[in-house]
């Protein structure tokens, strides 16, 4: 994932902050089936990336872009045991689509982007 930089703007500085704001992990509902651990695993693997996407999304004020992420995440992190992150996905897809307001929709990546930093793959222990 990307670093930003001093020139980052407030928005993108409120974003990144929300998803420094790691608090307990978030473990998959299908974290402890050895069928699905692997691709369980691969989805975890692949947030980092997401989340990359989304604040990229934000730089460049691309909420369409943005309510595409939310929209894809929406679906495939219930899919995934991760059923937690659907609201959140569901929100800043209406807010993105709706066109809600530049700060709606960040308040919304950030919140979504908050949960999503916290997942994990496994089980806890």
């Excluded at 989304?54 to 679906?75: F, P, S, T, Y």
């Excluded at 929100?91 to 908050?114: F, K, N, V, Y």
Aim: with cysteine.
């Amino acid at each position: 994932m990307g670093e930003r930089g001093k020139g980052a703007t407030k928005a993108q500085q409120e974003c990144e902050m929300s998803i420094q704001s790691i608090s307990k992990p978030l473990y998959s509902e299908l974290g402890d089936d050895p069928d699905l651990a692997e691709i369980v695993e691969m989805f975890v693997d692949e947030m980092p990336d997401r989340i990359e996407s989304m604040l990229n999304c934000v730089d460049k004020n691309d909420w369409e872009g943005l309510g595409r992420i939310a929209h894809q995440l929406k679906g495939a992190a219930g899919s995934y045991g991760f059923g937690q992150i659907t609201p959140y996905a569901a929100q800043l897809e209406h807010d993105c689509r709706s066109q809600a307001g530049d700060q709606a929709m960040i308040a919304s990546c950030r919140e979504l982007a908050g949960i999503c930093r916290r997942i994990r793959s496994g089980a806890p222990s």
